[in-house]
């Protein structure tokens, strides 16, 4: 069984960056077959795709974080890390990571989640 | 960018009775259209991948239809673990970019 986990820190300052980490165990980050993905909710909004690593290198963004957001992976460790730069209070929220199947599409599992909180 | 339109925002219902919820895109989309639960402090749930097939362990009183831009959920007589947020999602074929619906609360009346 796949399981997901978030970690990194909870708290960021304004203008910094966001680095979070995705441990995936019962399965490989190293699969053609999956969609490695961060998806955020900030609070009191919906869910957000921020985007996703694939094929160990190729990587989409969502275009409206595009120019901010550097999406990676470390197959040595079975990992997959988020980086959001230059983060605003907008930026507040809590991200998950999650797998989606090439095909059929449909995330499963997702990670538990982790709140990330840009302040000073 | 496909833009996903859930209705209506707020479902109030009693458990027992039956949900439909609506999500309409902006343009056709492609089968792969899911469908999420959400609890607060839980992660999201896939409940329906490619408009109606149920994910494991989804129990059959949760379908979905539909097709081209007009999709359904229907909850058929709702539990009391049923109230919750539920998201549309959809991929779009390529590049393979993702959006959400903005969900539709269902709640207890």
């Known amino acids: 069984q796949v399981q997901l986990q978030e970690s990194g820190p909870g708290l960021v300052k304004p203008s910094e960056t966001l680095s979070l980490t995705c441990t995936v165990s019962g399965g490989s980050v190293n699969s053609g077959d999956y969609y490695w993905t961060w998806i955020r909710q900030p609070p009191g909004k919906g869910l957000e795709w921020i985007g996703f690593i694939y094929n160990s290198g190729t990587t989409n963004y969502n275009p409206s974080l595009e120019s901010r957001v550097t999406i990676s992976v470390d197959t040595s460790k079975n990992q997959f890390s988020l980086k959001l730069r230059s983060v605003t209070a907008a930026d507040t929220a809590i991200y998950y990571c999650a797998r989606d199947p090439t095909a059929p599409p449909g995330f499963d599992p997702w990670g538990q989640g982790i709140l990330v909180t840009v302040s000073s | 960018e496909i833009v996903l339109t859930q209705s209506p925002a707020t479902l109030s219902l009693s458990p027992g009775e039956s949900a439909t919820l609506s999500c309409r895109a902006s343009q056709r989309v492609s089968s792969s259209l899911a469908w999420y639960q959400h609890k607060p402090g839980q992660a999201p749930r896939l409940l329906i991948y490619?408009?109606?097939d149920r994910a494991t362990g989804i129990p059959a009183r949760f379908s979905g239809s539909g097709s081209g831009t007009d999709f359904t959920l229907t909850i058929s007589s709702l539990e009391p673990e049923d109230f919750a947020v539920y998201y549309c999602q959809q991929r779009s074929n390529w590049p393979p970019e993702v959006t959400f619906g903005g969900g539709t609360k269902v709640e207890i009346k």
């Open positions: 490619d408009a109606f």
